[in-house]
T-cell receptor
Framework: QKEVEQNSGPLSVPEGAIASLNCTYS??????FFWYRQYSGKSPELIMS????GDKEDGRFTAQLNKASQYVSLLIRDSQPSDSATYLC???????????FGAGTRLAVHP | GAGVSQSPSNKVTEKGKDVELRCDPI?????LYWYRQSLGQGLEFLIY????????KSGLPSDRFSAERTGGSVSTLTIQRTQQEDSAVYLC????????????FGPGTRLTVT
């Protein structure tokens, strides 16, 4: 089993809809969870971090964490074509600073 | 403020040559990481530096790979006797390790081994 799993996609949503991206992880002691956005040919850009169970909102983005289920998600409201990118889920491993990244979910927002 | 910088942005080298990739982290960030991303693939952890502690080298794929960090700031990743499978984008990230694990990435170096 991979340590961090994501659906590769592509996830296709119409402009204005809610995009829901999901991630599961295997290390029960993980404490820090991150979502990165990566445009084609660019480096990953941090968009959300979450450390506690529940929801964390930042603008159009909401991160959701459920440690009991070892599940973290990212919701993007009012999706825009500019949101089209690959979204990487990252989880810290064993209480250390090292992050393990999922393979990413490709999101396509069509007008 | 200035972000993480990397040089060169692109490097083309012949198989068997050595290459050096440079990373300059965000000022004040004590932790520095190297990752590799092959075409269409996820990020592969290579090595992690934290302050003056011994680096975590657990991700280095072979002994042809090495890295150092001088003065707790700039880092150099060296690949000796490059092979075609080394072709990838090499990404550097830095973080304020003791306060958060949030890592910020540089633009990467695209390495092509011919």
């Amino acid at each position: 089993q991979k340590e961090v799993e994501q659906n590769s996609g592509p996830l296709s949503v119409p402009e204005g809809a809610i995009a829901s991206l999901n991630c599961t992880y295997s290390d029960r002691v993980s404490q820090s969870f991150f979502w990165y956005r990566q445009y084609s040919g660019k480096s990953p850009e941090l968009i959300m971090s979450i450390y506690s169970n529940g929801d964390k909102e930042d603008g159009r983005f909401t991160a959701q964490l459920n440690k009991a289920s070892q599940y973290v998600s990212l919701l993007i409201r009012d999706s825009q074509p500019s949101d089209s990118a690959t979204y990487l889920c990252a989880v810290n491993v064993g209480g250390y600073n090292k992050l393990i990244f999922g393979a990413g979910t490709r999101l396509a927002v069509h007008p | 403020g200035a972000g993480v910088s990397q040089s060169p942005s692109n490097k083309v080298t012949e198989k068997g040559k050595d290459v050096e990739l440079r990373c300059d982290p965000i000022s004040g960030h004590t932790a520095l990481y190297w990752y590799r991303q092959s075409l269409g693939q996820g990020l592969e952890f290579l090595i992690y530096f934290q302050g003056n502690s011994a680096p975590d080298k657990s991700g280095l794929p072979s002994d042809r790979f090495s890295a150092e960090r001088t003065g707790g700031s700039v880092s150099t990743l060296t690949i000796q006797r490059t092979q075609q499978e080394d072709s990838a984008v090499y990404l550097c990230a830095s973080s304020l390790a003791r306060e958060s694990y949030e890592q910020y990435f540089g633009p990467g170096t695209r390495l092509t081994v011919t």
